[in-house]
Protein backbone atom coordinates (compact mmCIF):
# COMPACT_ATOMS: atom_id res chain seq x y z
CA UNK A 1 0.00 0.00 0.00
CA UNK A 2 1.20 3.71 -0.94
CA UNK A 3 -0.56 6.19 0.92
CA UNK A 4 -0.55 9.52 -0.42
CA UNK A 5 -1.71 12.95 1.10
CA UNK A 6 -1.97 16.33 -1.12
CA UNK A 7 -0.81 19.98 0.59
CA UNK A 8 -0.71 23.60 -1.12
CA UNK A 9 -4.07 24.23 -2.65
CA UNK A 10 -6.00 27.33 -1.98
CA UNK A 11 -7.09 30.34 -3.21
CA UNK A 12 -5.01 32.80 -5.73
CA UNK A 13 -5.76 35.36 -8.45
CA UNK A 14 -5.56 34.45 -12.20
CA UNK A 15 -2.24 34.92 -13.35
CA UNK A 16 -1.05 33.67 -9.80
CA UNK A 17 1.00 30.46 -8.64
CA UNK A 18 0.85 28.08 -6.34
CA UNK A 19 2.95 24.64 -5.27
CA UNK A 20 1.15 21.51 -4.59
CA UNK A 21 2.99 18.92 -2.85
CA UNK A 22 1.91 15.02 -2.44
CA UNK A 23 3.67 13.00 0.58
CA UNK A 24 3.79 9.46 0.25
CA UNK A 25 4.13 6.85 2.89
CA UNK A 26 4.16 3.23 2.60
CA UNK A 27 5.69 0.97 -0.17
CA UNK A 28 8.99 2.21 -1.40
CA UNK A 29 7.83 5.63 -3.14
CA UNK A 30 11.27 5.91 -5.47
CA UNK A 31 9.84 3.10 -7.01
CA UNK A 32 6.27 4.33 -8.63
CA UNK A 33 5.57 6.78 -11.37
CA UNK A 34 3.67 9.67 -9.88
CA UNK A 35 0.68 11.50 -11.76
CA UNK A 36 -1.33 14.92 -10.66
CA UNK A 37 -4.81 15.02 -11.68
CA UNK A 38 -7.61 17.58 -11.49
CA UNK A 39 -11.39 17.52 -11.58
CA UNK A 40 -13.47 20.53 -11.80
CA UNK A 41 -17.22 20.46 -10.72
CA UNK A 42 -19.34 18.68 -12.31
CA UNK A 43 -16.68 17.46 -14.87
CA UNK A 44 -14.75 13.71 -15.15
CA UNK A 45 -11.06 13.76 -13.52
CA UNK A 46 -8.91 14.58 -16.21
CA UNK A 47 -4.99 13.81 -16.12
CA UNK A 48 -2.86 16.98 -15.38
CA UNK A 49 1.17 15.78 -15.57
CA UNK A 50 3.10 12.66 -14.69
CA UNK A 51 6.58 11.79 -13.94
CA UNK A 52 8.69 8.89 -14.00
CA UNK A 53 10.04 6.95 -11.36
CA UNK A 54 13.77 8.37 -11.66
CA UNK A 55 12.68 11.87 -12.60
CA UNK A 56 14.00 11.22 -15.55
CA UNK A 57 10.42 11.59 -17.90
CA UNK A 58 7.65 14.04 -17.62
CA UNK A 59 4.51 14.48 -19.43
CA UNK A 60 1.82 17.31 -19.40
CA UNK A 61 -1.64 17.83 -20.93
CA UNK A 62 -1.77 20.23 -23.22
CA UNK A 63 -3.85 22.77 -21.11
CA UNK A 64 -1.28 23.46 -18.73
CA UNK A 65 2.00 22.53 -20.97
CA UNK A 66 4.41 25.68 -20.21
CA UNK A 67 2.62 26.64 -17.07
CA UNK A 68 3.12 23.82 -14.39
CA UNK A 69 5.91 21.58 -13.77
CA UNK A 70 5.90 18.39 -11.77
CA UNK A 71 8.68 17.12 -9.72
CA UNK A 72 9.63 14.84 -7.13
CA UNK A 73 12.49 14.53 -4.31
CA UNK A 74 12.35 10.54 -3.55
CA UNK A 75 14.54 11.40 -0.56
CA UNK A 76 11.48 13.24 1.02
CA UNK A 77 8.76 10.99 -0.35
CA UNK A 78 7.53 13.58 -1.90
CA UNK A 79 6.27 14.80 -5.40
CA UNK A 80 5.48 18.82 -6.11
CA UNK A 81 3.63 20.52 -8.78
CA UNK A 82 4.29 24.28 -9.69
CA UNK A 83 1.46 25.73 -11.22
CA UNK A 84 2.10 29.17 -12.80
CA UNK A 85 -0.01 31.53 -14.56
CA UNK A 86 -2.97 30.23 -13.26
CA UNK A 87 -6.49 30.78 -15.08
CA UNK A 88 -9.92 30.57 -13.87
CA UNK A 89 -10.72 27.01 -15.46
CA UNK A 90 -7.49 25.84 -13.41
CA UNK A 91 -10.16 25.91 -10.58
CA UNK A 92 -10.73 22.25 -9.60
CA UNK A 93 -10.03 19.53 -6.62
CA UNK A 94 -6.19 18.57 -7.87
CA UNK A 95 -5.15 14.41 -6.75
CA UNK A 96 -2.13 13.06 -6.72
CA UNK A 97 -1.58 8.91 -7.25
CA UNK A 98 0.62 6.47 -8.00
CA UNK A 99 1.53 3.84 -10.75
CA UNK A 100 3.90 0.88 -10.96
CA UNK A 101 4.68 1.16 -14.59
CA UNK A 102 5.52 5.00 -17.06
CA UNK A 103 3.90 2.90 -19.83
CA UNK A 104 0.12 3.50 -18.92
CA UNK A 105 1.51 6.65 -15.96
CA UNK A 106 2.36 8.95 -18.89
CA UNK A 107 -1.36 8.08 -20.65
CA UNK A 108 -3.19 8.69 -17.53
CA UNK A 109 -3.63 5.32 -16.52
CA UNK A 110 -2.54 2.42 -14.35
CA UNK A 111 -2.68 3.95 -11.06
CA UNK A 112 -3.44 1.66 -8.09
CA UNK A 113 -3.15 4.50 -5.33
CA UNK A 114 -5.04 7.95 -4.80
CA UNK A 115 -4.80 10.99 -2.35
CA UNK A 116 -7.79 12.68 -0.89
CA UNK A 117 -7.53 15.66 -3.11
CA UNK A 118 -6.42 19.65 -2.60
CA UNK A 119 -8.94 22.18 -3.73
CA UNK A 120 -7.61 24.75 -6.06
CA UNK A 121 -9.06 28.06 -6.62
CA UNK A 122 -8.52 30.26 -9.16
CA UNK A 123 -11.09 33.88 -9.27
CA UNK A 124 -10.76 36.14 -12.52
Known amino acids: QVQLVESGGGLVQAGGSLRLSCAAS????????MGWFRQAPGKERDFVAAISWSAGSTYYADSVKGRFTISRDNAKNTVYLQMNSLKPEDTAVYYC?????????????????WGQGTQVTVSS
Open 97 to 113: AAAAGWDKAYRGFGYDY
Open 26 to 33: GRTFSRYA
